[in-house]
């Protein structure tokens, strides 16, 4: 049997999940005769595949690139993880909702800012102005709630997801089940 091709992706959101993956510590090294990590922030490729079996996303879409991105991530992975509150529910990103992303922008690099007070065009993709969970914009497969999900979840999970066995996770929901 051949590896399955396994992403992480980072959204909009305080890159705990990805801490919370790492702390798998030495089951990570069982993942990984399992899989073959083809993208994601913590190794060195820097455009999304063709092909992903399973698509780990951590995150809220708050910005029009994070909106191209899941799109292009979900064309893409034949299974998709929202992984986390911030991906299941937009949590901490979605606190900016009631201020609009205007008054952010200006609070962040004008008022705040001692020197070169003005808001960055390049740098800083366009803000979307509401900050949304993933499903609002692409079908999720499968959603591992918590801020962060432990390592124990992501283990369960994935093993399961990757067997073949059933998801048997109090926490978990899998969509439409």
Known sequence: MSKLKLATVWLDGCSGCHMSFLD????LIELAALVDVVYSPIVDTKEFPDEVDIALVEG???SVDDEKKIKKIRAHAKLLIAMGDCAVAGNVPSMRNPIGPEAILERAYIENADVQQQIPCVVVPKLLRVVRPIHEFVKVDVFLPGCPPSADTFHA???ALITGEPLDIP???RFGA
Do not use: I, Y
């Open 171 to 173: 926490a978990l929901t």
């Open 60 to 62: 809220a879409v708050a």
């Open 157 to 159: 999970a994935l093993t």
């Open 24 to 27: 798998m510590d030495e089951r």
